[in-house]
């Protein structure tokens, strides 16, 4: 079986990614440990929380730079998704950098609540992770914050603007929507990642 690993960094909601795993058979780590994350088949990156605390969390611990060199398959979750970044507007915070773009709030004048919280489609482009899935699948989100579209881009909504909603590069994916309070659709996303 292969060994998922949890990255625990005092982030919210990381259980809910525990037992979702659990939910499928899995037996994840949940762990902040170096040697343990490095060992991992698979790593595991959500969260819930802000930007700049938790970067800085993130460089204090050095977990920053085995983030940036592990080069197994890497999942990112909401917050996950935006450190994974270039930079992010919250806190005007330098983010981890594997992906090549910005991450911007949704502006006020949409006449649309912000944060963009609920049920919203992904129109995917066919990566592995969609296999299985229904066409424009409906994933729960919870952000203010958004990645814009770039050409690392595998998946697409709209929250009165187009925005990045799955990047994949190499080895890295990040999903902005929570797979793990998605239903059955996210169960799918999860394991075709188990899988990978």
Known sequence: MKQIAIIDYNAGNIRSVLFALER?????ILTRDADVLNA???????GVG????TMN??????????IRNYRK??????LGLQLMCKHSEEGDTECLGIFDLSVVKFPGDMGLKVPHMGWNTVDGNGHELFKGLETDPYFYFVHSYYAELSDV?????NY????TSVLANDNY????????????????????????
């Open 73 to 78: 398959p890497f999942l990112g979750i909401c």
């Open 173 to 196: 994916m990040a999903t902005q929507f929570h797979p793990e309070k998605s239903g059955l659709q996210g169960e799918i996303l999860l394991k075709n990642f188990i899988n990978i």
């Open 50 to 53: 802000e930007a700049g605390t």
């Open 24 to 28: 499928l058979g899995v037996e994840p």
């Open 153 to 157: 881009t595998i998946g697409q909504s």
């Open 160 to 163: 009165g603007l187009p925005f």
């Open 40 to 46: 991992a088949d698979k790593i595991i990156f959500p």
């Open 57 to 66: 969390y993130l460089k204090e611990t050095g977990l920053a730079d085995l």
